[in-house]
């Protein structure tokens, strides 16, 4: 059984979560991370015996856009549903929210969650294609 709670988890707990899904990038400066997390307008954790198994946060003003920037769940709880319930949480608590955004990597199991909740590709866009811009520091985005 999987507690959701809106609580910051200490450094450990969260280097741990970020470090088990290969966010290591992330956890380099670890306490840049905290603050983050923290900083977060929205952040909902999962817990189970006690143990940081997964997080979703996202940056909002509550009525035109809302930025979800971290959905993460311990290799060990994934394939359970964690997920999804994560990210249907902060869908529905973004429900009257404009636009909500999202940037991940183009693996297949991580689309099919996107897709599976609603979301659309950029890609796919053929009525009103957008565009996105975007740095990362250090990563050549060739």
């Given amino acids: 059984m999987y507690v959701?709670?809106?609580?910051?988890?200490?450094?450990?707990?969260?280097?741990?979560l970020?470090?088990?899904v290969g966010w290591s990038p992330y956890t380099a400066e670890p306490d840049r991370l905290l603050a983050a997390v923290g900083r977060s307008s929205y952040l909902r954790t999962a817990w189970h015996?006690?143990?940081?198994?997964?997080l979703c946060r996202a940056l909002s003003d509550g009525f035109i856009v809302c930025y979800l920037l971290d959905l993460l769940v311990h290799p060990d709880h994934q394939r359970r549903g964690l997920g999804k319930r994560l990210l249907q949480t902060c869908l529905d608590d973004h429900a009257d929210v404009r636009q909500l955004l999202l940037m991940t990597d183009d693996r297949p199991e991580q689309l099919a969650l996107y897709r599976s909740a609603g979301l659309k590709s950029l890609r796919a866009?053929?009525?009103?294609?957008?565009?996105?811009?975007l740095r990362i520091q250090g990563v050549d985005l060739r």
């Avoid at 015996?49 to 997964?54: A, F, N, R």
């Fill in 4 to 16: 959701i709670k809106e609580t910051v988890p200490d450094r450990l707990a969260l280097t741990g």
């Fill in 49 to 54: 015996d006690g143990q940081l198994v997964g």
């Fill in 18 to 20: 970020y470090d088990a």
């Fill in 125 to 133: 866009l053929e009525v009103h294609p957008l565009n996105v811009f």
